[in-house]
């Protein structure tokens, strides 16, 4: 998977490159964030090109931010389709990550004293 | 029965949503889960212990990050080691923060979630915990809105059980009706009863003060998705039914083997042993779930029907064929994965010549149209060579084999494993033709991975189960008449075993071995074989499991 990387500060901005994250490409997706998670703390992913994720793609997401979490880092989602924000508010993990409408936004709220939007 | 507490309050807490757009790409069909609706305060006897810290607390936060507690919700830890709402907030919010099952701990989450944590320090058998509880329910209802609906949760030791419930409506702190007056649920952990004399005594005592329909006893392997995926592979494939049956299964095999010793559990597992611990409730649990016929809906009463009359149709074990259908074991000193360990006799708190199994296998029938003539063999047992619970239901050869370039010994019959933990998922043996020339077959795996299907999930097993007893679904819990069949399955053997010590006849297996030579020649005098590491592919890794 061709991942899309760019630095905004000391925010890492990753800009998912299908129109899909499913059971097909989700496991290929986490082995290649595995070693930028590693490196980096404040991470964002952009999600506008996504048009539909499945509980594996989900999934990764997930793993991705218990990956950040658990060594102090964050993560933060923008970009986000109507219909895959519905998906994530079916399976409710909506209010388990940060979302945010705008790259801008997710990354300025890496600032301490900005909170998530939603 | 005076409750109507019989059903869901809403039709059932698992549905099957279709979200699409227009065109767009394929459909997400998952089950989800629904917020219940009635508010209630969760008290929880026993809050100071393991259970709570380490299953119960991270189940209900990962509900609360999902926004699936009640509208009004509270919860009261009860026990006697003291401490007040603060402290008892900091302990949970430690042992939440390095919870490797909790979805993703999050700040600003916990602080939402934490104001509905509360403490009394209480001891079990003193009326003026049980008035302080009251009190403080009140409160509940007033600051949390929980509208006097309880659900009491017993992760105590089961000798409090019978004091807790009497104390419980001495106080009137129990209504059987639900209404205005708000209802009353208890859910009790196993063991339920040390044998079926006791599990019956138990059962009056409780019985005296709820309905059985007000009674969740709770066995977690039941809220494990792989467990409750057994329904659905089974009743929502049309291809599995018509083999699913004494004509094309030759046998099954449950195990559950644990890599662990006794750890610090020597003094609970000195009176419990192999059979009370692991048989009476998850491994026939398990056997149930693959034996039954089909219900006729999936929420109350009808599963468990069905699973009691697996049960109720097992064969009884008589005393002069225990040696042909039961072995028991303990392990002694042994290595795992390299390193020495002790054996039992050797674990603290454990007697020097204790007789407690810490393995056994029984080989049961269940007498019944579908399974007549099918033997089930169920094994469990600590300190064996890998993590794994699995269901294995080996097919019967087929009845004529015409590839002369392979012997007919070296074609292996189709095995269906059920992979419960570690690396949930199943898997199909099936004979293929290798490549090349000759028309040479060999055994290959068709495999469906839980985590490559549908992602990593953390979770407890106890999300699925206390928001089951939330909402009223008692599908996932087991009914009195369902504990006191297991009891009596393995009352002949507990007596047998209990009047007969082991004495120098233990230990019989190393740690690290896969049980006493009996477990293997009990299957061997059937011409069948355990599914070992040897005979399992690849899906077991002994490493990080323990």
């Given at each position: 998977m061709e991942?899309v990387?760019?630095?905004?500060d000391?925010?890492?901005?990753?800009?998912?490159?299908?129109?899909?994250?499913?059971?097909s490409n989700?496991?290929?997706?986490?082995?290649?964030?595995a070693?930028?998670?590693?490196a980096?703390?404040?991470?964002?992913?952009?999600?506008?090109?996504?048009?539909?994720?499945?509980?594996s793609?989900?999934?990764s997401?997930?793993s991705c931010?218990?990956?950040?979490?658990?060594?102090?880092?964050?993560?933060?989602?923008?970009?986000?389709?109507?219909?895959v924000?519905?998906l994530?508010?079916?399976?409710?993990?909506?209010?388990?990550?940060?979302?945010?409408?705008?790259?801008?936004?997710?990354v300025?709220a890496f600032?301490?004293e900005?909170?998530p939007?939603? | 029965?005076?409750s109507?507490d019989t059903?869901?309050?809403?039709?059932?807490a698992?549905?099957?949503?279709?979200?699409?757009?227009?065109?767009?790409?394929?459909?997400?069909s998952?089950?989800?889960?629904?917020?219940?609706?009635?508010?209630?305060?969760?008290?929880?006897?026993?809050?100071?212990g393991?259970?709570?810290?380490?299953?119960?607390?991270?189940?209900?936060?990962?509900?609360?990050?999902q926004?699936?507690?009640?509208?009004?919700f509270?919860v009261i830890?009860?026990?006697?080691?003291?401490?007040?709402?603060?402290?008892?907030?900091d302990?949970?919010?430690?042992?939440?923060?390095?919870?490797?099952?909790?979805?993703?701990?999050?700040?600003?989450?916990w602080?939402?979630?934490?104001?509905a944590l509360?403490?009394?320090?209480?001891?079990f058998?003193?009326?003026?915990?049980?008035?302080?509880?009251?009190?403080?329910?009140?409160?509940?209802?007033r600051?949390?809105?929980?509208?006097s609906?309880?659900?009491?949760?017993?992760?105590?030791?089961?000798?409090?059980y019978?004091?807790?419930?009497?104390?419980?409506?001495?106080?009137?702190?129990?209504s059987?009706?639900?209404?205005?007056?708000?209802?009353?649920?208890i859910?009790?952990?196993?063991?339920?009863?040390?044998?079926?004399?006791?599990?019956r005594?138990?059962?009056?005592v409780i019985h005296?003060?709820?309905?059985?329909?007000?009674v969740?006893r709770?066995?977690?392997?039941?809220?494990?998705?792989t467990?409750?995926?057994?329904l659905?592979f089974?009743f929502?494939n049309?291809?599995i039914?018509?083999?699913?049956n004494?004509?094309?299964?030759?046998?099954?095999?449950?195990?559950?083997?644990?890599?662990?010793?006794?750890?610090?559990r020597?003094?609970?597992?000195?009176?419990?042993g192999c059979l009370?611990?692991?048989f009476?409730?998850?491994?026939?649990?398990?056997?149930?779930?693959?034996?039954?016929?089909?219900?006729?809906?999936?929420y109350?009463q009808?599963v468990?029907?069905?699973?009691a009359?697996?049960?109720?149709a097992?064969?009884p074990?008589?005393?002069?064929?225990?040696?042909e259908?039961?072995?028991r074991?303990?392990?002694?000193p042994?290595?795992?994965q390299?390193?020495?360990?002790?054996?039992?006799?050797?674990?603290?708190?454990?007697?020097?010549?204790?007789?407690t199994?810490?393995?056994?296998?029984?080989?049961?029938?269940?007498?019944?149209?579908?399974?007549?003539?099918?033997?089930?063999?169920?094994?469990?047992?600590?300190?064996l060579?890998q993590?794994?619970?699995l269901i294995?239901?080996?097919?019967?050869?087929?009845?004529?084999?015409?590839?002369?370039?392979?012997?007919?010994?070296?074609?292996?019959?189709?095995v269906?494993?059920?992979?419960?933990?570690?690396?949930?998922?199943?898997s199909?043996?099936l004979?293929a033709k290798?490549?090349?020339?000759?028309?040479?077959l060999?055994?290959?795996q068709?495999?469906?991975s839980y985590?490559?299907?549908f992602?990593?999930f953390?979770?407890?097993?106890?999300?699925?189960?206390?928001l089951?007893?939330?909402?009223?679904?008692p599908?996932?819990?087991?009914?009195?008449?369902?504990v006191?069949?297991?009891?009596?399955i393995?009352?002949?053997?507990l007596?047998a075993?209990?009047?007969?010590?082991?004495?120098t006849?233990?230990?019989?297996?190393?740690a690290?071995?896969?049980?006493?030579?009996?477990?293997?020649?009990l299957?061997?005098?059937?011409?069948?074989?355990?599914?070992?590491?040897?005979?399992?592919?690849?899906?077991?890794v002994?490493e990080a499991?323990a």
């Amino acid at each position: 998977m061709e991942l899309v990387v760019e630095k905004m500060d000391d925010v890492t901005v990753v800009i998912l490159p299908g129109e899909e994250l499913d059971a097909s490409n989700a496991k290929e997706f986490k082995s290649d964030m595995a070693p930028l998670l590693q490196a980096q703390a404040k991470v964002v992913f952009d999600l506008s090109q996504l048009r539909f994720v499945d509980s594996s793609g989900l999934g990764s997401f997930l793993s991705c931010l218990r990956q950040l979490n658990a060594t102090g880092g964050d993560l933060k989602l923008c970009g986000m389709s109507q219909r895959v924000r519905a998906l994530f508010e079916l399976v409710r993990m909506h209010r388990i990550f940060d979302i945010y409408t705008t790259r801008d936004e997710a990354v300025r709220a890496f600032q301490p004293e900005r909170g998530p939007q939603e | 029965m005076a409750s109507n507490d019989t059903t869901p309050s809403m039709s059932k807490a698992h549905g099957t949503p279709t979200v699409t757009a227009q065109g767009e790409g394929p459909k997400l069909s998952r089950p989800f889960l629904l917020r219940p609706e009635d508010s209630c305060a969760c008290v929880i006897f026993g809050a100071s212990g393991d259970l709570t810290s380490r299953k119960l607390i991270p189940a209900l936060y990962n509900l609360a990050c999902q926004d699936l507690l009640p509208p009004g919700f509270a919860v009261i830890g009860c026990a006697n080691t003291p401490m007040h709402d603060e402290s008892f907030r900091d302990h949970m919010c430690q042992r939440v923060k390095h919870s490797p099952e909790v979805l993703v701990f999050r700040q600003r989450l916990w602080d939402e979630f934490v104001p509905a944590l509360h403490y009394i320090t209480a001891d079990f058998e003193d009326p003026a915990g049980y008035q302080q509880l009251g009190q403080r329910l009140s409160e509940m209802d007033r600051e949390h809105g929980t509208n006097s609906n309880r659900l009491f949760y017993l992760a105590t030791s089961p000798s409090f059980y019978a004091t807790i419930a009497k104390n419980l409506a001495q106080h009137g702190l129990v209504s059987r009706r639900s209404g205005a007056a708000g209802w009353t649920r208890i859910i009790i952990e196993k063991p339920f009863g040390h044998d079926l004399e006791s599990a019956r005594r138990l059962d009056e005592v409780i019985h005296t003060v709820f309905d059985e329909a007000q009674v969740y006893r709770i066995d977690h392997y039941l809220g494990k998705e792989t467990v409750q995926n057994l329904l659905a592979f089974r009743f929502a494939n049309a291809i599995i039914e018509p083999i699913w049956n004494r004509h094309y299964v030759d046998h099954v095999q449950i195990t559950a083997a644990e890599m662990l010793g006794v750890e610090h559990r020597g003094k609970y597992y000195e009176e419990a042993g192999c059979l009370r611990d692991m048989f009476q409730n998850h491994l026939f649990q398990l056997m149930a779930l693959v034996a039954m016929e089909p219900p006729v809906r999936h929420y109350g009463q009808s599963v468990r029907d069905r699973k009691a009359d697996v049960l109720r149709a097992v064969l009884p074990i008589s005393a002069k064929d225990l040696a042909e259908v039961a072995v028991r074991g303990q392990y002694g000193p042994g290595e795992m994965q390299g390193k020495p360990v002790p054996g039992y006799r050797q674990e603290p708190d454990v007697a020097p010549n204790s007789s407690t199994e810490t393995f056994a296998v029984l080989k049961l029938l269940i007498d019944n149209w579908r399974w007549a003539n099918v033997p089930f063999y169920l094994r469990s047992g600590k300190r064996l060579p890998q993590k794994m619970t699995l269901i294995a239901i080996e097919f019967k050869r087929v009845p004529h084999l015409f590839f002369s370039e392979t012997p007919q010994d070296q074609i292996e019959p189709n095995v269906l494993t059920i992979r419960i933990q570690p690396n949930e998922g199943i898997s199909l043996q099936l004979g293929a033709k290798m490549p090349g020339p000759e028309m040479y077959l060999r055994q290959m795996q068709m495999n469906f991975s839980y985590s490559d299907a549908f992602g990593e999930f953390p979770a407890t097993a106890y999300e699925t189960l206390l928001l089951d007893a939330m909402q009223g679904d008692p599908t996932l819990f087991n009914r009195s008449d369902a504990v006191e069949l297991s009891w009596q399955i393995l009352e002949p053997v507990l007596e047998a075993w209990q009047a007969t010590r082991a004495g120098t006849a233990f230990p019989n297996y190393a740690a690290g071995t896969w049980g006493p030579v009996r477990a293997d020649t009990l299957l061997a005098r059937d011409g069948r074989a355990w599914k070992n590491a040897t005979t399992l592919p690849r899906f077991y890794v002994t490493e990080a499991d323990a």
